[in-house]
């Protein structure tokens, strides 16, 4: 029996009396009107100044590797970048998901847009920050080595998607507070292999690009599969609340 059956049985087993003056009520009630545009604007701000820290790190510290680095070793001085944007991927896992670790779902739920709402937010915002970092990072270093931007994207932002596919598949299958841990664990471990295999890594992408743009796409939606399931626990869990308000 599915959550629609037990919706129908419950509301033909006790019928609730029509609501008498609701719009009349609601319209002379004080409370604060807050539009959809308003509320994302609101979860923006909730997302912490540290996050927003770790996603531009990347962005400050390209140039300076590329001003250090000699010309020909510049392509073997990017690996560190790379290395790096896992743990920007890490503080954007946790953010979308703190509510749970910190246990605030209950109270996230009883806002007016509801749970999913917020957390479509707050991953709205750091995909955009995100996007935007995709962009500029791989425009400032594809001359690097004579590799072109997609090559490089693919370079940069594989170790990237992988922790966030990783983080997601924990965070889906532990509990919350688990889930942090191993989110930061995997963080570390995708960076500390990426650092210690970086000769290899270079040559595959430089030789095998076909295969490296099939595991960016494969990693890109096992993600959007991993979302999927995350927002599809939310709404259960949302929806079970409801059952014992």
């Known amino acids: 029996m599915n959550k629609n059956q037990i919706r129908k049985r419950l509301s033909g087993a006790f019928p609730a009396p029509p609501p008498r003056e609701r719009d009349a009520f609601l319209s002379r009630a004080d409370f ?42 510049a392509l073997n001085s990017i690996w560190i970048i790379s ?35 917020a957390v479509l937010a707050r991953m709205g915002w ?11 990072v791989p425009l400032i270093l594809s001359s690097a080595g004579g590799w072109g931007f997609f090559r490089m994207f693919t370079y940069l932002f594989t170790p990237f998607l992988l922790t966030c596919v990783l983080s997601l598949f924990a965070q889906n299958r532990l509990r919350p ?8 664990l ?35 939606v096992w993600m959007v599969f991993e979302i999927y399931k995350f927002l599809k626990q939310t709404e259960e869990l949302q929806w ?4 014992t308000a």
């Open 32 to 73: 604060p009107r807050l539009g959809l545009p308003g509320f994302a604007l609101a979860q923006a701000r909730y997302i912490r100044k540290r996050v927003w820290a770790a996603s531009l790190l990347s962005v400050i510290v390209s140039p300076l590797i590329l001003a250090g680095a000699e010309r020909g070793d």
């Open 83 to 117: 290395s790096l944007l896992p743990f920007a991927a890490l503080v954007s896992v946790t953010e979308i998901t703190r509510g749970a670790s910190q246990k605030m779902r209950e109270l996230e739920m009883s806002c007016k847009y509801g749970l999913n709402a």
């Open 126 to 136: 750091l995909g955009a920050v995100n996007a935007l970092l995709s962009l500029i």
């Open 177 to 184: 507070a688990d889930g942090v841990y191993s989110c930061g």
């Open 186 to 220: 995997t963080a570390l471990i995708v960076s500390v292999l990426n650092g210690l295999f970086h000769s290899n890594i270079t040559d595959f992408f430089t030789e095998h690009f076909t295969s490296g743009a099939a595991l960016f796409a494969a990693l890109l």
């Open 240 to 243: 079970n609340s409801s059952l």
